[in-house]
């Protein structure tokens, strides 16, 4: 793996961590500007943020919610993309989750781009 899969996929690492720990703020350095992030809802093509304050806010929403789970399952990493294969949870009932996918696109160390798709 390259340095730049690398840096990548430890960022990549710290962006799960945000929500797993509930801990929003860690997003900040995170983000870059001109962010674009495609939600999984609404269906069928999701609701669009475009911009890092956008972008920020809405992860910062999901993250500090503590009600919910969310469970990285795998990272992918190749040249200037990572694939975050993940579970959420809303309670304990095995029908209250969700499994999903995000496209994630790195620039100059940055989150610039988010694409989430899920298992409907």
Known sequence: MTEDCNAIR????RFNGAFQTHRPNDLDDLIGEGCVLENTAPAPDGARYEGRVACLAFWK???SNADLAFEPEDIWV??????????????ARQE????????????DGKIVEGLG???G
Do not use: C, F, H, P
Request: charged content about 35%; hydrophobic content about 40%.
């Open 117 to 119: 798709y899920v298992k």
């Open 96 to 107: 209250d989750q969700v499994r999903g996918v995000n496209i994630m696109r790195v620039r």
């Open 10 to 13: 430890t960022l990549l690492e």
């Open 61 to 63: 929403g999901i993250a």
């Open 78 to 91: 190749g040249e200037d993309r990572g694939i975050i294969r993940w579970r959420l949870r809303w309670s």
